[in-house]
T-cell receptor, first 114, second 113 residues
Framework: KAGVTQTPRYLIKTRGQQVTLSCSPI?????VSWYQQTPGQGLQFLFE???????NKGNFPGRFSGRQFSNSRSEMNVSTLELGDSALYLC?????????????FGSGTRLTVV | SQQGEEDPQALSIQEGENATMNCSYK?????LQWYRQNSGRGLVHLIL?????REKHSGRLRVTLDTSKKSSSLLITASRAADTASYFC?????????????FGKGTHLIIQP
């Protein structure tokens, strides 16, 4: 059974640009969540999608957005990048929404903003 | 925002010894989960304990939950070098998981050979 796949693994962008990250969940999982991990703030919840609908959203500015497709694949977009957006972005999939089951995480996309 | 704190922040023990990590949280929860992370890679789900459970085992792992004290502990028995990693507790609130998983800051565990 394939795991959660995140692409790309590494990304370097310039301040002011935008970026799109991709996540393919485990087959059959309809919930996809995104997390940001930084040394200072730790792991923080961005948003969760379930069956193409955003179910929950963390406390991040509107520059952070996402979507989910009918095949459950998800993309996360960050516009007008800031230096502070440099982080490891983790995607997690689950068969249930809302965290009632365990999550399977991808290896992450490490974004560096210069 | 962080739900709570893991204690200790770092722990170094000899291979074969037991490692205990503690986690405190602030709100009413539906469940609490423990994850392991190796060197800034993805998180690996270890165990989930629901709010109506007090103890759970999985292989060399033992997790306890005390909802009256809003705390949990993770015990790894007979530690191995491969257990070297950061360990995070994460909670799902009882209100429906609107905040996703709320993570603590983690315990960095080092197993000395």
């Amino acid at each position: 059974k394939a795991g959660v796949t995140q692409t790309p693994r590494y990304l370097i962008k310039t301040r002011g640009q935008q970026v799109t990250l991709s996540c393919s969940p485990i087959s059959g999982h309809r919930s996809v969540s995104w997390y940001q991990q930084t040394p200072g703030q730790g792991l923080q919840f961005l948003f969760e999608y379930f069956s193409e609908t955003q179910r929950n959203k963390g406390n991040f500015p509107g520059r952070f957005s996402g979507r989910q497709f009918s095949n459950s694949r998800s993309e996360m977009n960050v516009s007008t990048l800031e230096l502070g957006d440099s982080a490891l972005y983790l995607c997690a999939s689950s068969s249930a929404s809302g965290g009632y089951g365990g999550y399977t995480f991808g290896s992450g996309t490490r974004l560096t903003v210069v | 925002s962080q739900q709570g704190e893991e204690d200790p922040q770092a722990l170094s023990i000899q291979e074969g010894e037991n490692a205990t990590m503690n986690c405190s949280y602030k709100t009413s929860i539906n469940n609490l989960q423990w994850y392991r992370q190796n060197s800034g890679r993805g998180l690996v789900h270890l165990i989930l304990i629901r709010s109506n459970e007090r103890e759970k085992h999985s292989g060399r792992l033992r997790v306890t939950l005390d909802t009256s004290k809003k705390s949990s502990s993770l015990l790894i028995t007979a530690s191995r070098a491969a257990d070297t990693a950061s360990y995070f507790c994460a909670t799902v609130d009882s209100g429906g998981g609107a905040d996703g998983l709320t993570f603590g800051k983690g315990t960095h565990l080092i197993i000395q050979p």
